[in-house]
T-cell receptor, first 116, second 114 residues
Framework: AQKVTQAQTEISVVEKEDVTLDCVYETRDTTYYLFWYKQPPSGELVFLIRRNSFDEQNEISGRYSWNFQKSTSSFNFTITASQVVDSAVYFCALSDDTSGTYKYIFGTGTRLKVLA | DTEVTQTPKHLVMGMTNKKSLKCEQHMGHRAMYWYKQKAKKPPELMFVYSYEKLSINESVPSRFSPECPNSSLLNLHLHALQPEDSALYLC?????????????FGDGTRLSIL
């Protein structure tokens, strides 16, 4: 069965600290995609990254970096030198062809609070 | 600013009212989605339109009726809603309907049912 686990419900850090958000997934498919989305208080989900199951290279985009490890079924997200504007709920999502419906399986989200 | 525009931003309606939520995108995307999100929960998929045809209905009650008049517009018609339908309703679009597609979301409509 497909599943995404974000065990950290809420994290609080002080500005400029580094923070890692964990995401562990389960799927029987060999071809799948993983996504991270940010949901600020305004409501919209902002697409951050897509990673396919055949590409295990880590990715860096500015202060954001992602570590994809198939061996541990994890796709963790690190924010370096956090800022107050990073405060949001972050969702990890999995999409594969198991059910044929192309549906995202979302984790329960991690609320990040960055304190000034 | 998001590239998916939803109106209205907030809606309060009684259980006997009929209202509609609107969503518009001009990115040339051919798949559009409706999601429902309750507080402190992830979004739940309701409907998917692909090339203006309904391709997925996640067993949504008939008091929610989607419509896709053209490739840029998506409506959600509401009738006889229940208090438990109060939620944030998110529209999203993607280039195609496929499991590798990133979805682009609007700001949502915050719906309250009295």
């Amino acid at each position: 069965a497909q599943k995404v686990t974000q065990a950290q419900t809420e994290i609080s850090v002080v500005e400029k600290e580094d923070v890692t958000l964990d995401c562990v997934y389960e799927t029987r498919d060999t071809t799948y995609y993983l996504f991270w989305y940010k949901q600020p208080p305004s409501g919209e989900l902002v697409f951050l990254i897509r990673r396919n199951s055949f590409d295990e290279q880590n990715e860096i985009s500015g202060r954001y970096s992602w570590n994809f490890q198939k061996s541990t079924s994890s796709f963790n997200f690190t924010i370096t030198a956090s800022q107050v504007v990073d405060s949001a709920v972050y969702f990890c999502a999995l999409s594969d062809d198991t059910s044929g419906t192309y549906k995202y399986i979302f984790g329960t989200g991690t609320r990040l609070k960055v304190l000034a | 600013d998001t590239e998916v525009t939803q109106t209205p931003k907030h809606l309060v309606m009684g259980m006997t009212n009929k209202k509609s939520l609107k969503c518009e995108q001009h990115m040339g995307h051919r798949a559009m989605y409706w999601y429902k999100q309750k507080a402190k929960k992830p979004p739940e998929l309701m409907f998917v339109y692909s090339y203006e045809k309904l391709s997925i209905n996640e067993s949504v009650p008939s008091r929610f009726s989607p419509e896709c008049p053209n490739s840029s517009l998506l409506n959600l018609h509401l009738h006889a809603l229940q208090p438990e339908d109060s939620a944030l309703y998110l529209c999203a679009s993607s280039q195609e309907d496929g499991y590798n597609q990133p979805q682009h979301f609007g700001d949502g409509t915050r719906l309250s049912i009295l």
